[in-house]
C-alpha cells in the first residue's frame, strides 16, 4: 500500500517536470534507505555490522559486493551528500567493526579482494576520511593497503592475491586498487606491485580463437575442477575486467606489453558480441552460456563500456568511443525498464539492474552532456523507485530471479544487489542534478 503511494507520488512528481521537485524525491528516497539500513543494523561492542538480508536472520558478510561494507560506504556518501552528522556516525561505526577484524577477513576467502575482502575496506575508508577529514581514518586505510602487500604472493612470474585473476575478487581488482588509491597509502610500492600484478596476468592469459582471454585462476580451477574451462568475456569475472587493469596500467606506466594485452584480450571479447543495430553486448559465459545476453553492469553493455573508456583514455583513439555507444545502444533499444526479460529478470541493483544502468547513463551525460542520457538515467531510476517497499522503516528491493523456485528473494542491504547501492545511486543522480559531479572514487571505474 505504501509502495503504491510513493509509486504515485513519483508519477505526480514527473509530471510536474518542476527539476526542484525531482531533487527532492530522489534525495527523500535516499533518507529513506538510509533509514531502513539504520534499522537493520546490528549495534555491537565494537561497531556496527549488518545482516545481508535482515528479514531472514543476522547471518553476514564483510565485503563490499555482499557485506557490511556496503552500508558503511553507502553512509559515507549521504554525509558526504547531505551534510548530516547522523550519517557520518553510523560510517564510523561501520568503520570502527572493520579497524577489529582486519587481519580475520584478510585471512577468509579472496579476503583481500576489492569486492569480497579488506581491498574493499580500504576504498571505504578512504572515502571516510576524505568526507570527515579525519587523519586516523585515513591511517587505519594505510593499515589496510599494508596487509594486502603483506598477503600478496610471490613466484616466477609476478605477484598475485589468492590465485586469483578477474577484478571482483582478485589480482586485476586489486591491481585497480593500487593504481587509484596506493600511492596516498603506500608511496611507490603500489605502482611496484601493480606492475607486477600485470606480468602474472600475462603470464596466465591464453590463447583464444581470436586474441587472448582469462580464466578465474589456477586457484579456481583447482577448487572447480568442473568449471575450470568456464570463461566470460564481460567485466565481472571476465577478460574485460582484466583487460580495463591492464589498460590503466599501460596509462599509468607507458608500457606497451600491457596495452597490447588489453587489446588483445578485448579482440576475444569483441568476437563474442552481437551488433544488431549498431549496438555491443557480449554473451554471459561460455561454453554453455553464449545464448545469454544480460544488460546489467556486471555481465552486460554498461560494464564493456568502462572498459572502452578506458581504452580511448590509454589510447587517445576516437574508435572507443564508436565502442561505448554502441553499448549504450544495446540498453536503449532493448525495451528496458517496461520490458523485463530476457535478460533483467526484475533486477534493480548496482550489479546486474536499473541501478547499474542508470549510472552508466549518468556516466554519459557527463561525458558527453547529452538530455536523453540523462532522461535514461532518469526513467530507470523512476521505475526502480515504482518498485520499492516502503514502511515505517524505510525503503529497499526485492529483487526477483525467475530461475528460482521462490523468485521474490528477501531484501538485502548490501551495495551491488540491495538498498546500500541503490541507496548510492539516488544520492549521485540528486548531486547530478545540483552540478555537483562528485563520485566514489572506484578503483575498477574509468574517469568520465
Known amino acids: 500500500m505504501i509502495a503504491a503511494t510513493w509509486s504515485t507520488h513519483m508519477q505526480w512528481a514527473s509530471l510536474r517536470g518542476s527539476d526542484s521537485v525531482r531533487l527532492v524525491e530522489y534525495l527523500e528516497a535516499a533518507n529513506e534507505v538510509g533509514n531502513w539500513l539504520l534499522s537493520t543494523a546490528d549495534h555491537r561492542a565494537n561497531g556496527w555490522t549488518w545482516p545481508v538480508r535482515p528479514t531472514v536472520g543476522l547471518e553476514g558478510d564483510i565485503g563490499l559486493w555482499g557485506g557490511m561494507a556496503g552500508p558503511t560506504l553507502f553512509f559515507v556518501e549521504a554525509y558526504r551528500t547531505t551534510g548530516d552528522e547522523k550519517w557520518l556516525y553510523a560510517a564510523r561505526e561501520g568503520a570502527r567493526w572493520m579497524d577489529g577484524h582486519v587481519d580475520e577477513a584478510a585471512a577468509g576467502w579472496a579476503g583481500c579482494g576489492l569486492f569480497t575482502g579488506v581491498g574493499g575496506w580500504a576504498l571505504v575508508l578512504d572515502e571516510l576520511a576524505n568526507a570527515s577529514g579525519d587523519e586516523e581514518v585515513s591511517a587505519s586505510s594505510s593499515s589496510v593497503f599494508e596487509v594486502i602487500l603483506a598477503a600478496a604472493e610471490t613466484d616466477s612470474s609476478g605477484v598475485h592475491w589468492h590465485g586469483l585473476s578477474e577484478i571482483l575478487w582478485g589480482t586485476a581488482g586489486i591491481g585497480c586498487l593500487l593504481l587509484s588509491l596506493g600511492h596516498e597509502h603506500v608511496g611507490d610500492r603500489a605502482l611496484d606491485y601493480a606492475m607486477r600484478a600485470g606480468d602474472w596476468l600475462l603470464v596466465h592469459a591464453e590463447e583464444a580463437p581470436t586474441g587472448i582471454r582469462w580464466g578465474l585462476g589456477p586457484a579456481y580451477d583447482e577448487a572447480y575442477p568442473d568449471r575450470a574451462g568456464t570463461r566470460f568475456p564481460n567485466f565481472a569475472h571476465g577478460t574485460a575486467g582484466i583487460a580495463f587493469f591492464l589498460a ?201
Open 248 to 448: 590503466r596500467l599501460a596509462q599509468e606506466t607507458n608500457e606497451v606489453r600491457f596495452l597490447h594485452a588489453a587489446i588483445a584480450g578485448m579482440e576475444w571479447v569483441l568476437s563474442t558480441t552481437r551488433i544488431e543495430g549498431d549496438s555491443c553486448a557480449a554473451y554471459h559465459h561460455e561454453p554453455d552460456g553464449t545464448d545469454l545476453y544480460t544488460l546489467g553492469w556486471c555481465h552486460g553493455p554498461p560494464g564493456l563500456a568502462w572498459t572502452f573508456r578506458q581504452l580511448e583514455l590509454t589510447t587517445g583513439g576516437q574508435e572507443w568511443r564508436t565502442w561505448i555507444r554502441r553499448a549504450a545502444r544495446a540498453d536503449r533499444n532493448s525495451g528496458i525498464p517496461e520490458q523485463r526479460e530476457p535478460g533483467f529478470w526484475d533486477n534493480v541493483g548496482r550489479c546486474c539492474g536499473s541501478a547499474s544502468v542508470a549510472e552508466f547513463f549518468l556516466d554519459l551525460h557527463r561525458l558527453e552532456g547529452h538530455d536523453d542520457d540523462l532522461a535514461f538515467a532518469q526513467l530507470m531510476v523512476d521505475d526502480l523507485l515504482a518498485r520499492a517497499i516502503v514502511d515505517e522503516e524505510g525503503m529497499r528491493w526485492s529483487n526477483y530471479e525467475f530461475r528460482d523456485p521462490e523468485p521474490n528473494l528477501p531484501p538485502e542491504t548490501t551495495y551491488m544487489q540491495g538498498a546500500a547501492g541503490i541507496g548510492s545511486t539516488l544520492l549521485r543522480l540528486h548531486r547530478h542534478l545540483s552540478g555537483d559531479q562528485w563520485v566514489v572514487r572506484w578503483p575498477h571505474a574509468p574517469t568520465w
